[in-house]
C-alpha cells in the first residue's frame, strides 16, 4: 500500500558527513509524523529524530546538534543530514512514517534499512 526506500547511507570517516534520504510512494493519502531510527548491532532500535507534517522536530540527545532532519510534503520526502559523524554513530538507519492510505488505512510503515558506517 505505502512503501519507503531509503537512500544514501555508506561509509565516512570520523568528523564527516552522510544525507539519508527516504521517499514514500504507494496509495497515499497522507503521511503525517516521519522519522528516522537506527540500530546497531545487539543493540535496540531507537529513536534518531522525527518531524511531523507541521515541521515540528524531535531529536534523541546524542544527536543534538549533529543532525538534521527535514521534510518535503509535496514529494513525501523525508532528508536526514548528519555531521560530525561519531563511530558510534555506526548502525543501520531505518525511515518510519505514520501514514493514512487512500482506502483510509492507518498504517505504521518501515523502510529496508541502509547501513551507515563511520571509521575511526
Known amino acids: 500500500q505505502v512503501q519507503l526506500v531509503e537512500s544514501g547511507g555508506g561509509l565516512v570517516q570520523a568528523g564527516g558527513s552522510l544525507r539519508l534520504s527516504c521517499a514514500a510512494s504507494?496509495?497515499?493519502?497522507?503521511?503525517?509524523?516521519m522519522g528516522w531510527y537506527r540500530q546497531a548491532p545487539g543493540k535496540q532500535r531507537e529513536l534518531v529524530a522525527r518531524i511531523t507534517r507541521s515541521s515540528s522536530t524531535t531529536y534523541a540527545d546524542f544527536v543534538k546538534g549533529r543532525f538534521t532532519i527535514s521534510r518535503d510534503n509535496v514529494k513525501n520526502t523525508v532528508i536526514l543530514q548528519m555531521s560530525s559523524l561519531k563511530p558510534e554513530d555506526t548502525a543501520v538507519y531505518f525511515c518510519n512514517a505514520d501514514a493514512i492510505s487512500t482506502a483510509r488505512s492507518y498504517l505504521d510503515v518501515w523502510g529496508q534499512g541502509t547501513l551507515v558506517t563511520v571509521s575511526s
Open positions: 504507494g496509495s497515499i493519502f497522507s503521511i503525517n509524523t
